[in-house]
T-cell receptor, first 112, second 115 residues
Framework: QQQVKQSPQSLIVQKGGISIINCAYE??????FPWYQQFPGKGPALLIA?????SEKKEGRFTISFNKSAKQFSLHIMDSQPGDSATYFC???????????FGKGTRLSVIA | NAGVMQNPRHLVRRRGQEARLRCSPM?????VYWYRQLPEEGLKFMVY????????ESGMPKERFSAEFPKEGPSILRIQQVVRGDSAAYFC?????????????FGQGTRLTVV
């Protein structure tokens, strides 16, 4: 049973374009939804996170949109750059210091 | 403030040997999590520990795998009698002891290859 489903598996975007990655979750008890960025050979690094009491959070070129009723959330990368090429993981967690549940990841390639 | 430190970064073991993976959490962090990542896969939770206690080991295989986080020193993930299927990247994350939603910081991982 996959608690967090992520799509697409891979994504190719032109430089300057918008990258959109989607995730859906099953458990309504989740109340923290982070996105992680991972470069080859490195550990995941937190990019941006949201709680279900807000519908959108923006940090620079990165925006999370959250739809609580649909149990979906998405990452938008505006003005995508080649340096954004990496694997992106959505995740979810219950409150407190509970472990993260990850999606399977999206490999983003931004081409010039 | 150093980040989460994992060592070794790369580990090669022959089938049947033991693998020991070490994780030193960030300073002041008392919660440690171990995850396994297979190629082209997401991170799968294995075990969650606090100092001297295993809080949740629901993701860790019952046989051959064990974890500890002693009062002094790093957290250790031990894999006994390794098999080819254990080849993966193993990541450790740590978070501070405060309540509420707190960010988990990841180390660079240990890439285990079983030959």
């Amino acid at each position: 049973q996959q608690q967090v489903k992520q799509s697409p598996q891979s994504l190719i975007v032109q430089k300057g374009g918008i990258s959109i990655i989607n995730c859906a979750y099953e458990n309504t008890a989740f109340d923290y939804f982070p996105w992680y960025q991972q470069f080859p050979g490195k550990g995941p690094a937190l990019l941006i996170a949201i709680r279900p009491d807000v519908s959108e959070k923006k940090e620079g070129r990165f925006t999370i949109s959250f739809n609580k009723s649909a149990k979906q959330f998405s990452l938008h990368i505006m003005d995508s750059q080649p340096g954004d090429s990496a694997t992106y993981f959505c995740a979810a967690r219950y409150s407190g210091n509970t472990p993260l549940v990850f999606g399977k990841g999206t490999r983003l390639s931004v081409i010039a | 403030n150093a980040g989460v430190m994992q060592n070794p970064r790369h580990l090669v073991r022959r089938r049947g040997q033991e693998a020991r993976l070490r994780c030193s959490p960030m300073k002041g962090h008392s919660h440690v999590y171990w995850y396994r990542q297979l190629p082209e896969e997401g991170l799968k939770f294995m075990v969650y520990l606090q100092k001297e206690n295993i809080i949740d080991e629901s993701g860790m295989p019952k046989e051959r795998f064990s974890a500890e986080f002693p009062k002094e020193g790093p957290s250790i993930l031990r894999i006994q009698q390794v098999v080819r299927g254990d080849s993966a990247a193993y990541f450790c994350a740590s978070s501070p002891p405060t309540g509420g939603n707190t960010e988990a910081f990841f180390g660079q991982g240990t890439r285990l290859t079983v030959v």
